[in-house]
């Protein structure tokens, strides 16, 4: 079992920047990819993130990309997304999640956090 554990949202303006962590604790050595996904009132989970644990790879949705980053600490299994130029579309609870394998599909990650509430006013 690996637990995770987010922290770091919150209400921001319009333009603000927030981050996100993920504290990893348990079985942390069968995860393969950890990410971010967000699910706004009557929408579906979507993806936001990922990043590759041992290598350090990324890949972001279209509409983050340029104002998201996604790192991780290995020392510290911590995965943390650094937000930037934050849009009203952005409000959303945030998940981290983790993946025994690379992938961006919500459906093919075993471990999800209690998510976080970002609010992004205009």
């Known amino acids: 079992q690996v637990q995770l554990v987010e922290s770091g949202g919150g209400l921001v303006q319009a333009g603000g920047s927030l981050r996100l962590s993920c504290a990893a604790s348990?079985?942390?050595?069968?995860?393969?990819?950890m990410g971010w996904f967000r699910q706004a009132p009557g929408k579906e989970r979507e993806f936001v993130a990922a990043?590759?644990?041992?290598?350090?790879?990324?890949i972001y949705a279209d509409s983050v990309k340029g104002r998201f980053t996604i790192t991780r600490d290995t020392a510290n299994n911590t995965m943390y997304l650094h937000m930037n130029s934050l849009k009203p579309d952005d409000s959303a609870v945030y998940y981290c999640?983790?993946?025994?394998?690379?992938?961006?599909?919500?459906?093919?990650?075993?471990?999800w956090g209690q998510g976080t509430q970002v609010t992004v006013s205009s």
């Open positions: 348990g079985r942390t050595f069968s995860r393969n990819t």
């Open positions: 999640a983790a993946s025994l394998v690379a992938t961006i599909s919500p459906a093919s990650y075993t471990y």
């Open positions: 990043i590759t644990w041992s290598g350090g790879s990324t």
